[in-house]
């Protein structure tokens, strides 16, 4: 896609290798590299291209259309019948999609993907592929910088974004009912150890269902993290629905309330070995009583291997 002179200056900062410009772009890979996997997972894309998609089009999150409109991918309104932004670029006054959080743009990119007929090809290459996904890209119309492709390699190889890359079997068309968002099992393991330096959360924050959060390290603990952001630490026990400062590492920690459902595009869950429902909570930013409401179910009821849980909608509805 063109861009604009404002919005080209902003993509030459965020692409510029520096000390200070890495540390942008790592932050922004921090923030969304967790829904660049799960789209991976849910559709094939690799999460290495959305990255630098994402870094590429946006500016770092940096750009007019990020800020305003919350839209990471430079898509346009085609047959959006949603909130729209508008701003030049091929033409004057051209409409953008615009949408309530950055999140909801990183799920929009992949619908946009799986749907036209004219990135088909892509999901014959491997997951793995991503020279071959950024060239496909290129040639399939989605910029029109003739240096595109070049310019997605170059910010997956600077940055290593190949690494969260895996190989995941394609759908071969788009799926009637959104499929199992599957995701790497982990082992919760007590945090024990303190940390003798400063620490600088900031750097750490991710976001998930549109709420920034931390996940959680050797060292780290509520109140540490309470103190940091001048949260009352019973406050941030309550956006998290904690009845303790226990912490465990791999935990997210959330800034915020939770949302009462997921975000679009993410309908339900397959339970995996270990998962409660608190753990799924966390792992969507969706509050328990919404999970307990929508799968008719207590907080503290076992969950089986395969289950499916329900992130925005009461069951059978």
């Not at 660049?36 to 590429?56: D, N, V, Y």
């Not at 996904?133 to 989605?142: F, I, T, V």
């Not at 959060?213 to 780290?220: N, S, Y």
Request: charge should be positive; charged fraction near 25%; proline fraction near 4%.
């Amino acid at each position: 896609m063109k861009h604009t002179p404002g919005i080209f200056i902003i993509l030459i900062l965020c692409l510029t290798v520096s000390t200070t410009q890495g540390q942008s772009r790592k932050e922004f890979i921090r923030k969304y590299k967790h829904i660049a996997i799960k789209e991976m997972e849910r559709t094939g894309i690799p999460a290495s291209i959305t990255l630098a998609q994402g870094i590429f089009e946006s500016g770092c999150g940096m750009s007019d259309l990020s800020t305003e409109a919350n839209n990471h991918f430079g898509i346009k309104c085609h047959d959006w019948d949603g909130p729209t932004y508008h701003k030049d670029d091929d033409a004057k006054d051209e409409c953008f999609r615009k949408y309530d959080n950055p999140e909801q743009s990183w799920i929009d990119h992949s619908e946009f993907l799986t749907s036209r007929p004219r990135y088909a090809g892509l999901f014959e290459l491997s997951s793995t592929d991503y020279k071959g996904w950024a060239k496909g890209l290129k040639a399939a119309g989605y910029a029109t910088n003739p240096q595109y492709a070049d310019k997605l390699i170059q910010i997956i190889e600077e940055e290593e974004l190949y690494l969260y890359d895996r190989k995941i079997k394609h759908p071969t068309k788009a799926p009637a009912e959104t499929p199992t968002i599957q995701q790497q099992p982990t082992v919760a393991k007590p945090i024990t150890t303190q940390r003798t330096a400063s620490v600088n959360y900031h750097k750490r924050e991710e976001i998930k269902n549109g709420i920034l959060c931390i996940e959680a390290q050797t060292g780290d603990s509520f109140e540490s993290i309470a103190k940091y952001y001048g949260i009352k630490l019973k406050r941030l026990l309550a956006y998290n629905e904690k009845k303790d400062a226990s912490l465990t590492k791999g935990e997210y920690v959330f800034l915020k309330h939770k949302r009462l459902r997921a975000a679009p595009g993410y309908d339900f869950h397959r339970v995996k070995a270990g998962e409660n429902l608190y753990t799924i909570s966390q792992t969507y930013g969706v509050r328990l009583k919404s999970l307990t409401y929508f799968n008719n179910t207590q907080a503290t009821s076992p969950l089986k291997e395969g289950e499916k849980i329900y992130l925005r909608k009461r069951a059978g509805k």
